[in-house]
């Protein structure tokens, strides 16, 4: 089993850190390609970025796990924002502090990999960051479209256009009140008791799910808590994920997602925008974060994917 290495890299003034997966020597020899793994919205690199780092390492690629500014151990603030932009660039530097690793990673073979809400910011950073060479995504979800619409394969998680006007408003007065000296407001997205999951939630959506990997053994971390910094949403609001995704194009783009997944229609609007070269590869069965801890119907596809496009 691979043990990382921590490392840290900065990232538009904040200090980033993260677990640097490297390949053990009986493995594949991979041409020193490496892999930058983005988190999930409130994840840590501790968490399914970590596993699929490690996996990819064990495949033979130097592999990159790391906390998003604001987030687990990296620096920012306030905490727990989530700015799509900033995530974006986290995405983008990491591949830059990874092209400075001499002799144990090449350049010109990097690719990428997001997660959820990183499935989102992936596909964004690479559309005008042509270092990226291959790009992938697992469960992946525009964070953007999340907070203007919800859910929408979920009844009870969709967002209005007044519910959107109302969180826009809640946004904005948290930024007046920071003005003033006041508190950053933060909001606990999942709720630390499981009876206060709202009952009216799909059993199979993504919130329910998320309670059982966040909260509990399953993939539970001190540094993620599931909370967020209000003034985010307004950063969020009108930022989409995939509208440029032709710009990836001619690099190669793989979108993972499981068949019963909530958010599946998220990967099949953004293989939509997508050009040539394009897969979205379904794994049976399975829904949005029973991918996050459980690989074995995608992580061989994955590493064929990577390296077919970076080893050659
Ligand atoms: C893990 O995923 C595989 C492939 O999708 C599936 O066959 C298996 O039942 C899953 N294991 C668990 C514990 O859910």
């Given at each position: 089993?691979p043990t990382?290495r921590?490392v840290s890299?900065?990232?538009?003034g904040?200090?980033?850190?993260?677990?640097l997966?490297?390949p053990p020597?009986a493995?594949?020899?991979?041409?020193?390609?490496a892999?930058v793994?983005g988190?999930?919205f409130?994840?840590?690199?501790?968490?399914t970025?970590?596993l699929h780092?490690r996996?990819?390492a064990?495949?033979?690629?130097?592999a990159?796990?790391f906390?998003?500014?604001?987030?687990?151990?990296s620096?920012?603030s306030?905490r727990?924002?989530?700015?799509p932009?900033q995530r974006?660039?986290?995405?983008?530097?990491?591949?830059s502090?990874?092209?400075?690793?001499?002799?144990?990673?090449?350049?010109?073979?990097?690719?990428?990999?997001?997660i959820?809400?990183?499935?989102?910011?992936?596909?964004?950073a690479?559309?005008?960051?042509p270092?990226?060479?291959?790009?992938a995504?697992?469960s992946?979800?525009?964070f953007?479209?999340l907070?203007?619409?919800?859910?929408?394969?979920?009844?009870a998680?969709?967002?209005?256009?007044?519910?959107l006007?109302?969180l826009?408003?809640?946004?904005a007065?948290?930024?007046t009140?920071v003005?003033?000296?006041g508190?950053?407001?933060r909001v606990?997205?999942l709720?630390?008791d499981?009876?206060?999951?709202?009952?009216?939630l799909s059993p199979?959506?993504?919130?329910?799910?998320?309670w059982?990997y966040?909260?509990?053994?399953r993939?539970q971390?001190?540094?993620?808590?599931?909370?967020?910094?209000v003034?985010?949403?307004?950063?969020?609001?009108?930022?989409?994920?995939?509208?440029?995704?032709?710009?990836?194009?001619?690099?190669?783009?793989?979108?993972?997602?499981?068949e019963?997944?909530d958010?599946r229609?998220q990967?099949?609007?953004a293989?939509?925008?997508?050009k040539?070269?394009?897969e979205?590869?379904?794994?049976?069965?399975?829904t949005?974060?029973?991918?996050?801890?459980?690989t074995?119907?995608?992580?061989?596809?994955?590493?064929?994917?990577?390296?077919?496009?970076?080893?050659?």
């Amino acid at each position: 089993m691979p043990t990382p290495r921590s490392v840290s890299f900065d990232s538009r003034g904040i200090q980033l850190f993260g677990h640097l997966y490297e390949p053990p020597t009986a493995s594949a020899d991979r041409r020193k390609a490496a892999i930058v793994v983005g988190h999930p919205f409130g994840g840590v690199k501790e968490q399914t970025a970590g596993l699929h780092a490690r996996q990819l390492a064990q495949a033979g690629f130097v592999a990159l796990a790391f906390d998003a500014a604001y987030n687990g151990e990296s620096g920012g603030s306030p905490r727990n924002l989530e700015d799509p932009y900033q995530r974006a660039d986290d995405l983008r530097n990491a591949v830059s502090y990874l092209s400075t690793l001499d002799g144990a990673v090449d350049p010109s073979r990097i690719g990428v990999l997001g997660i959820c809400a990183s499935g989102g910011y992936v596909p964004f950073a690479a559309q005008s960051d042509p270092r990226m060479r291959a790009v992938a995504t697992v469960s992946a979800a525009c964070f953007g479209d999340l907070t203007r619409n919800g859910n929408l394969s979920d009844p009870a998680a969709k967002v209005t256009p007044a519910q959107l006007a109302g969180l826009l408003e809640m946004s904005a007065d948290a930024r007046t009140q920071v003005a003033r000296g006041g508190e950053v407001q933060r909001v606990q997205h999942l709720p630390d008791d499981e009876a206060q999951v709202p009952k009216d939630l799909s059993p199979t959506g993504m919130m329910r799910e998320a309670w059982d990997y966040y909260k509990t053994p399953r993939g539970q971390h001190p540094m993620s808590t599931q909370h967020e910094a209000v003034l985010g949403i307004g950063l969020r609001a009108n930022y989409d994920s995939f509208a440029f995704n032709h710009l990836i194009s001619p690099r190669p783009l793989l979108m993972i997602v499981g068949e019963n997944a909530d958010t599946r229609y998220q990967s099949e609007r953004a293989m939509e925008k997508a050009k040539e070269p394009k897969e979205l590869y379904v794994v049976p069965g399975r829904t949005h974060v029973g991918l996050y801890d459980n690989t074995s119907g995608h992580m061989q596809k994955l590493v064929d994917f990577m390296a077919e496009s970076l080893c050659k």
